[in-house]
């Protein structure tokens, strides 16, 4: 009997092992596309930033030498850069809280009454899919010194206001504000997924238990069901916020005096103005250290928080 | 403990009416099962018992005292829900004891860093820890204190939902579907589970589902209900051997039981296809009823000249449900013992035949009405409808 299986256990063997190689083909052919596109879009141009921050080339230039870390030691001793820095940092640590504290509360608003949903969300949404750039001449006259809405309306009380964008102490926060104008929205969608998110059962389970107050059903159910919603749409927020550039390059050009200058700004004007394109290449490393180090923070906390 | 009125209570959502003047009433300690097909509104019903839903009309008692308008923590009442409800983000230690802190410690005395500090809260907070460990070990999951719902399987979160209920010793327990999540086996050890918690606890419970074995082996008081009205409330004994109209009697049991349209004779005779009953109908010559047997209550015997004919056999093991094609294209269901059953085959003929007394006759409309030995007690179920 063996002697007679003995071919067929090799034909079986012989099936099995094409079944093996077929279907390992086939993961590597369906994930090809999108490993080739990882390849050309993310990973050969950081690469080549990469390579670049290590050299003194100018765009055009015709030469090009390695200055090993020395766009680094000189991004250390370059008080823009550092003031670039800490714009970004103010201006998150101003917009992000806002944004999404405000982004919760309508969310929870509008959930709260059907009365109106669809109109107020789709209120709130539109200024996510305005084109900043575009909006951004909006803004530039509604805070015109002197014809803007806001003065004129805080004039009316006896207020003067400042000139927005070109007051060093106010241009960041106005910069702000508009991009809380456009954040909210978006992050209320978020919210607002999350909240579907949350079984009803568990907020009658909650009135049944005694928690009579809306605070109290608040931070029972509310709070700890939206909280992987919440480190998402911070890390997002958070994200959009270091990546700040668009109102800057069209409003106030970093300006007045480094006032507005961010680190996407200075890059830019470092590579694209000055042409310095090494140097602009090992400040858009360190940015991308800067966003990397932030989604750490969610892979983390979505790891650690998987219930 | 409790006893539980429910009054004329009335509900609708729009224009479409939930429930239609429904009154129940048990005495305190009796274990209530609300049984109906889905969206018959007794869901409805145990919501409104729970005050998560103001009823339109009616009025609700629990222990004499009216409950219509209050809160539902005002009530009295603990809740298992379908899909337990438990919070994800506690332990199963925290998700038991939430009821008690709500209602024992005020909302300032919960901030964490304070209970610890004020004498008074950490004394509550140490009752409340005893009476969580005795509720936990009560339902056997004082090993699993310091879990969350996540780690738990299913039959474990619904002894967790259980424990939560429970804790707080509340006059009436209302279940929500509690079972319906469990597979068939741990479905059957929770069924007696929870019935031993009752006969345990001596509280009034409510339960809801739309299992009738459910409905008839945990129960003192069985309340079937349909389209948002009430068709008896009756022990389960009663509600299967008198059921008050033909929608009762076809929704409790399994297999269902055998409806066959019938015309009554001179004398009050039942004149149907393939079937000779004794017994006289309460109703005038000529009317057309309905008569209802049970498939336990028939019987079959081998016979060449019989007017049915078996189609199909189910072997359950311990039982035989064999379909008969009989005269007029009627297909009856019989419950046999394997004993009784031995010789049949699909296609054998045979002769059918009723337990004496046992049929059921209701009316066109499908209200109980008397037949034979039972003429006094369905006429008395005929006029309390």
């Keep these: ?222 709070w700890p069901g939206l909280a992987a919603t919440t480190l998402f749409v911070t890390v997002i927020t958070t994200l959009y916020s270091f990546r700040v550039f668009d109102t800057v390059a069209a409003l106030t050009q970093g300006g007045p005096s480094n006032a507005s200058n961010v680190l996407l700004y200075n890059i830019y004007r470092e590579g694209f103005v000055y042409l310095r394109t090494g140097y602009a290449s090992a400040m858009t490393l360190v940015f991308l250290a800067l966003i990397l180090a932030v989604a750490m923070v969610q892979m983390r906390g979505r790891r650690g928080g998987g219930a | 403990m409790a006893s539980l009125e429910i009054e004329d209570v009335t509900k609708s959502y729009g224009a479409t009416l939930i429930l239609d003047r429904v009154s129940v009433a048990v005495p305190d300690g009796a274990f209530l099962t609300l049984v109906g097909p889905s969206g018959c509104g007794k869901s409805t019903l145990l919501r409104i018992l729970a005050g998560l839903e103001l009823q339109d009309g009616g009025r609700l008692r629990i222990g004499g005292q009216d409950v219509s308008h209050l809160r539902p923590s005002r009530r009295d009442i603990a809740m298992v829900f379908q899909s337990y409800a438990l919070y994800p983000h506690m332990t199963v230690a925290q998700n038991i004891a939430i009821p008690l802190i709500l209602r024992r410690l005020p909302l300032w005395q919960r901030l964490p860093l304070l209970s610890r500090l004020l004498p008074q809260a950490r004394a509550t907070l140490g009752q409340i820890e005893a009476e969580v460990a005795g509720a936990m070990a009560m339902l056997g999951l004082t090993h699993l204190a310091d879990r969350r719902p996540v780690q738990l399987s299913g039959g474990q979160r619904q002894r967790v939902a259980l424990g939560r209920a ?87 049991g399994s297999p269902r039981i055998n409806v066959l349209p019938a015309r009554v004779g001179s004398g009050g ?44 056999i189910e072997n359950t093991g311990p039982e035989l449900f064999v379909s008969v094609l009989t005269e007029g294209d009627t297909v009856l269901v019989a419950r046999l013992t394997p004993d009784q059953g031995a010789g049949l085959r699909p296609g054998s003929r045979v002769a059918l035949d009723v337990l004496p007394g046992k049929a059921l006759a209701f009316d066109a409309d499908g209200a109980r009405i008397g037949f034979g030995h039972s003429v006094a007690a369905a006429r008395e179920l005929y006029h309390a409808r």
């Design chain 1, 1 to 222: 009997m063996p002697a007679e299986l003995a071919p067929g256990e090799g034909l079986l063997g012989r099936a099995q092992r094409l079944r093996r190689i077929g279907a390992a083909l086939t993961g590597w052919g369906l994930s090809l596309p999108a490993a080739l596109l990882m390849l050309v879009m993310i990973l050969i141009p950081t690469l080549s930033a990469a390579i670049l921050a290590l050299t003194d080339y100018q765009l055009g230039a015709r030469s090009i030498r390695f200055v090993g870390g020395a766009n680094f030691a000189a991004m250390w001793e370059d008080r823009v850069f550092w003031q670039a820095f800490a714009n970004t940092l103010i201006y998150t640590a101003l917009t992000v809280p806002v944004s999404v504290g405000l982004g919760l509360g309508a969310a929870l608003l509008i959930e709260a009454d059907p009365l109106g949903r669809t109109t107020f969300r789709t209120i709130y949404f539109l200024p996510v899919t305005a084109l900043l750039v575009a909006m951004a001449t909006v803004w530039e006259f509604i805070l015109h010194p002197q014809l803007g809405l806001v003065n004129v309306a805080l004039a009316q009380i006896g207020v003067t206001g400042p000139d927005w964008l070109a007051d060093p102490d106010w241009v960041l926060p106005s910069l702000g504000f508009i991009f809380v104008w456009q954040q909210t929205g978006y992050n209320m969608i978020l919210f607002l997924a999350g909240l579907k998110g949350i079984p009803s059962e568990l907020y009658h389970a909650a009135r049944v238990d005694g928690a009579d107050r809306g605070i109290e059903r608040f931070a029972m159910v509310t």
């Design chain 2, 166 to 252: 429970l804790v707080r010793q509340p006059a009436v327990f209302l279940l929500d579907e509690p079972l319906s999540n469990l597979d068939a086996k741990l479905r059957v050890h929770m069924r007696a589970e929870i019935a031993a918690l009752h006969a345990r606890l001596g509280t009034t419970f409510v339960y809801v589902t739309h299992d009738q074995i459910e409905a008839m082996t945990m129960s003192t008081h069985v309340a079937v209900m349909m389209e948002g009205r009430l068709l008896q409330v009756a022990t389960p004994a009663e509600i299967y051997a008198e059921p008050a109209n033909l929608q009762v009697a076809e929704f409790i």
């Design chain 2, 269 to 312: 005779a039942a004149q149907l296809a393939g079937l000779a009953l004794q017994g006289r109908i309460a109703a005038p010559a000529g009317a057309s009823v309905q008569i209802g047997i049970r498939p336990e209550h028939l019987i079959l015997r081998a016979d060449p000249g019989g007017v049915g004919t078996v189609t199909a």
